[in-house]
C-alpha cells in the first residue's frame, strides 16, 4: 500500500512526509481493515510532524479523519461487515478500567491511544482500527465531506458543549479554520448568535455565509458580550481578548492542543465567575452525537481536496492559513 510516512520531526516546509509502499496490515481479533477513501489534514498532524509533541514512536503514518470502506474483518467482529462506509477518528483505544474511563470522560483515559499517533493513521491506503472505534457513516456525505467530521467537526462540537453555549445564547469563535466552519453551522442550528474573529478577510467571508451575525478582527468590540466563546487559533494572547468582552458568568473553551503562552492576566478579567478550561480529545459518544446531528441539520463541509502524495503541500498550505474550510487528502 502507498503512504505518507514521518521518519523525522522536521518543519512541513522540509516536505518530511515520505510516499513509500509498505506492506498493507492485517486484521487482529476485534479489528477491522479499511480501504481508506479519504483523510483530513489536522493542525495536530502538523503538530506531530514538526515535533510540537512528544512522539511515542517513529517512523509514523499520521490522519486521523478516515473515511473508508471495511475490506477485512478480524476474527470475533461483529458491528461491521465488508464493503460498510465507516470512520475513524483520533481516540483508536481507551483502557475502559482507569477513573477517567469509568466515569464517561474515556477522553482523559490514561492509557488511551490514538491514531496517526501511537498507531499508523490514515495518510494511507489502508489501515486497521479496534470495531469498538469505528464509526457507522450516512450515505449523505461523500468521503471528502465526511473527513473533517471525524476530528475538525467532532472537537469543535465538544468545544461547544464545554462552553456552555445555551439554545440563543451568543457565542463567540476566535479562528476560523476547519473546527470553526463546522462549529458555527451547529451553533447556527442551536440560535445562537455567532460572532466570529478572524484575521482574514476570507474566512470572515466564509463566516457570515455560514451564519455569522458578526465578524471582525479579536481587538474589535463585538456588538454584545459573549456568554461563550471558542478559542481555535493556538495563540494564548486571544484568552485575554476573550475574556475581554465575555459577560459574567461566561466560559471560554479553548480546543487546541498546543497555544502560545498565555499572558499575565489581571484578575479583574476573570473575576465574576468567568470560566476557562481547555477540550481534549473526545469521547465515542461525542463523534456518534455529531454525526447524528450532521447529517439532521446538515452540515456541509467545505473542502479543499489534495492527492496523497501532496500531503506535506496540504499540511504547509493549512500552517499558512492558505485555504477556507479543511484540508482532505482524496485516497482512492
Ligand atoms: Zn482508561
Ligand atoms: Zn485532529
Redesign the pocket.
Known sequence: MKAMRLSKTQPIEQRPLELLDLPAPVPGPGEVRLRVEACGVCRTDLHIIEGDLPLPRLPLVPGHQIVGVVDQAGKGVTRFREGDRVGVSWLFS?????T??QRDQ?NL????RFTGYHMDGGYAEVIVAPEAFVYPLSAGFSASEAAPLLCAGVIGFRALRQSNIKPCGRLGLYGFGGSAHIAIQVAVHWGCEVYVFTRSEEHRALARRLGAHWTGRAEDDPPGRLDSAVIFAPVGRLVLEALRVLAKGGTIAIAGITMTPIPALDYSLLYQERTVRSVANSTRQDVLDLLKLASDIPIRTEVHTFPLDEANRALHLLKESRFRGAGVLRIS
Open positions: 481507551t483502557c475502559g478500567r482507569c477517567f474511563c474515556e483515559c490514561d492509557a488511551a
